[in-house]
């Protein structure tokens, strides 16, 4: 078969390109501590949008690091279909610079028993304030938001990622859901936000990403794929570092929201999906991750895909939360 990447059983010894910082661990361990000093504030107010028999639906709204409010939307079944006992929940992340999708997308999960909490990413598509409490979009160049910062606390995408976890934090904490029963589901940007919670709530059960996005950026450099979702890194550096004087420690910086290095914290049981022909995300920086993931894990290969719907995925992945 034609390659776009290394061959598949090269893929599964893939050990990264990215640089991983000194400090990392401390970094994310410092983020964390900042998360747990974070009131959540977390609202729920009904939303009447839709009317689904046996279903419940509300706008929540909690606040992430940095006081931003962040918007998702939650559904879970009424108190008649669960019974009264504590349901199981799913968190879905969406793609880079979308939305958390409309509700009937949600149905499938909610109707099963589910409770389900689809999160907008601050500043993108949706109804999250962005880093600096903007209310509205900054919509694309997140990966670079706070890379010329000297604070790498400031990259933006260590906030996104902390975000995930809070909302786990906020859904496991609500009367309706069994704590031990949580996973998380999402493609590409979502793909990659589902590794970060599982990775920062450690109770998730059971993670299931879709061609994740937010890894390995030196490979993509190398490879000639920082276009489409990576092309602000090439803008980047065209604005800010034309002759690469500072290539080394930009992409050592962009190690502290490379997800091949927060693999290791997984806990949750995961089951990721790649497109060998895949030139978006390309499979060596899914593998890059997925290889230093030490928790139960399996991989499902579509050898003729690329960055699209994959056939019998969503089956796939409905069935493996179903075993929550």
């Not at 090269?10 to 990264?16: C, M």
Request: some cysteine; overall charge neutral.
């Amino acid at each position: 078969m034609p390659l776009l990447d290394l061959p598949l059983e090269q893929l599964r010894t893939y050990p990264g390109r990215n640089p991983r910082p000194a400090d990392f661990d401390a970094y994310w361990d410092e983020a964390l501590r900042e998360l747990d000093a974070t009131d959540p504030r977390a609202e729920l107010t009904p939303n009447p949008t839709l009317n689904a028999p046996g279903v419940e639906c509300f706008d929540l709204r909690f606040t992430g690091v940095g006081g931003a409010r962040i918007y998702a939307k939650y559904l879970r079944p009424t108190e008649d279909a669960r019974q009264s006992r504590p349901a199981p929940a799913v968190l879905q992340f969406h793609g880079y610079s979308g939305n958390g999708g409309d509700w009937t997308g949600k149905l499938a999960y909610a109707a099963s028993g589910f409770c389900v909490a689809a999160m907008d990413c601050r500043g993108q598509g949706g109804q999250s304030e962005d880093a600096g409490a903007v209310r509205g979009t900054t919509m694309n160049g997140h990966i670079v938001r706070g890379l010329d910062d000297p604070d790498p606390k400031k990259l933006l995408f260590r906030q996104i990622f902390l975000d995930t976890a809070q909302l786990a934090r906020v859904v496991m904490a609500r009367p309706e859901v069994d704590p031990a029963r949580v996973g998380a589901m999402g493609g590409s940007q979502g793909g990659g936000l589902t590794l970060a919670c599982a990775a920062l709530e450690p109770r998730l059960k059971r993670a299931a990403p879709v061609f994740p996005f937010l890894a390995d950026y030196r490979r993509v450099w190398e490879m000639d794929q920082a276009k489409d979702a990576y092309a602000e890194l090439r803008t980047f550096f065209r604005h800010f570092d034309p002759r690469h004087e500072r290539v080394d420690a930009l992409f050592t910086k962009l190690g502290y929201i490379d997800l091949q290095f927060l693999a290791p914290r997984i806990r949750a049981e995961v089951q990721l999906y790649t497109g060998l022909m895949d030139s978006i995300c390309p499979p060596s920086t899914q593998f890059a991750v997925f290889n230093k993931i030490t928790a139960p894990k399996t991989v499902k290969i579509y050898p003729d895909f690329g960055h699209e719907s994959l056939p019998g995925e969503t089956d796939l992945t409905f069935n493996f939360l179903r075993g929550l």
